[in-house]
Nanobody
């Protein structure tokens, strides 16, 4: 049974930081990405990383502020979010299977973790 579980979300003031984690079980590992969905909006790409960690893909809106990384021994991918802005408020989802910015290439999804950035 493949399962992706996000954690680390919460409430933070603008300019603050959070680190999200996504733990995978039921498979050996894959390229993974992060997406986010704000209320009433479509799910948008945030960042992705390949298996070896030597290729990373970032949305322009988060480049320079967010860093994606992974620990393959733990089957865990991380999203370090710095200099957070209110527009970063969303449910953040991890997904496996691609480094694409398009959600259609991903095959498994977590349940999401809420990130709220106050002004």
């Amino acid at each position: 049974q493949v399962q992706l579980v996000e954690s680390g979300g919460g409430l933070v003031q603008a300019g603050g930081s959070l680190r999200l984690s996504c733990s995978a079980s039921g498979f050996g590992g894959d390229a993974m990405g992060w997406f986010r969905q704000a209320p009433g909006k479509e799910r948008d790409f945030v960042a992705a990383i390949n298996w070896s960690g030597d290729f990373k893909n970032y949305a322009d809106s988060v480049k320079g502020r967010f860093t994606i990384s992974r620990n393959n021994v733990r089957n865990t991918v991380y999203l370090q979010m710095n200099s957070l802005k209110p527009e970063d408020t969303a449910v953040y989802y991890c997904a496996s299977g691609s480094t694409s910015s398009s959600s259609r290439y991903y095959n498994y999804w977590g349940q999401g973790t809420q990130v709220t950035v106050s002004s």
